[in-house]
């Protein structure tokens, strides 16, 4: 099956600095990329949309300054946060939609970000 | 705005027992999702419905679709240990392939 795959699994960071999160599709060309980040015990929160070659299309409430996302390949997603704080703190999951001839997305392992 | 929404929010079975989660959605959609998640992990795929009565079963789950009554459902029958784990559905927003997911449904299956 198709896998998609994140880097680094884990991140602790200090407060004001930024950390690049990546997300690549292993066995597939995925023409868009979703970004959610997920609290604990929560649901998952769509952030932004990625398609290949274009910019990001953001969730009302979500900073595009703050959260940096780049697509540059039809394979790797990249979320960068910037100047991170304690409460960016959370678990970030990337899913992958391609042309699999499947109607659903591929979701990465996830990220857990602590920002100190 | 498309709400997601699953009941019951938690559930605490016992082995060899049968139960249903509910998804109810506001808005017309073509496509719900049903997922699993482990403490600490990312989600599973388990089903993806796509049309008004599609039914899906795997192994003791099965799961269903009435897109006229916005409701989905989740059905496990001789609930067992290893079913232990979140279960979220998430619905596509009108064929945008954005999903809004439900608040998920937290399940113990007692031995």
């Known amino acids: 099956g198709a896998v998609v795959s994140q880097h680094p699994s884990r991140v602790i960071c200090k407060s004001g600095t930024s950390v690049k999160i990546e997300c690549r599709s292993l066995?597939?060309?995925?023409?868009?990329m979703f970004w959610y980040r997920q609290f604990p015990k929560q649901s998952l929160m769509l952030m932004a949309t990625?398609?290949?070659?274009?910019?990001?299309?953001?969730e009302q409430g979500v900073e595009k300054d703050k959260f940096l996302i780049n697509h540059a390949s039809l394979t790797l997603s990249t979320l960068t946060v910037t100047s991170a704080h304690p409460e960016d703190s959370s678990f970030y999951i990337c899913?992958?939609?391609?042309?699999?001839?499947?109607?659903?997305?591929?979701f990465g392992p996830g990220t857990r970000l602590t920002v100190l | 705005e498309l709400k997601v929404e699953q009941n019951p929010l938690f559930l605490s079975m016992q082995e060899g027992k049968n139960y249903t989660i509910y998804c109810n959605y506001s808005?017309?959609?073509?496509?719900l999702y049903w997922y699993r998640q482990d403490p600490g992990k990312s989600l599973e795929s388990l089903f993806v419905?796509?049309?008004?009565?599609a039914v899906k079963q795997e192994g003791r789950l099965m799961a269903s679709l009435d897109t006229k009554a916005r409701l989905s459902t989740l059905h496990i029958t001789a609930a067992v240990h290893d079913l232990s784990a979140t279960y979220f559905c998430?619905?596509?927003?009108?064929?945008?392939?954005?999903?809004?997911f439900g608040k998920g449904t937290k399940l113990t299956v007692n031995p």
């Open positions: 808005t017309t959609s073509d496509r």
């Open positions: 899913s992958a939609y391609g042309l699999l001839g499947t109607d659903t997305q591929y």
């Open positions: 419905l796509l049309s008004n009565g």
């Open positions: 990625s398609n290949e070659g274009s910019k990001a299309t953001y």
């Open positions: 998430a619905v596509d927003q009108g064929g945008s392939e954005k999903l809004v």
């Open positions: 066995d597939f060309q995925a023409t868009t």
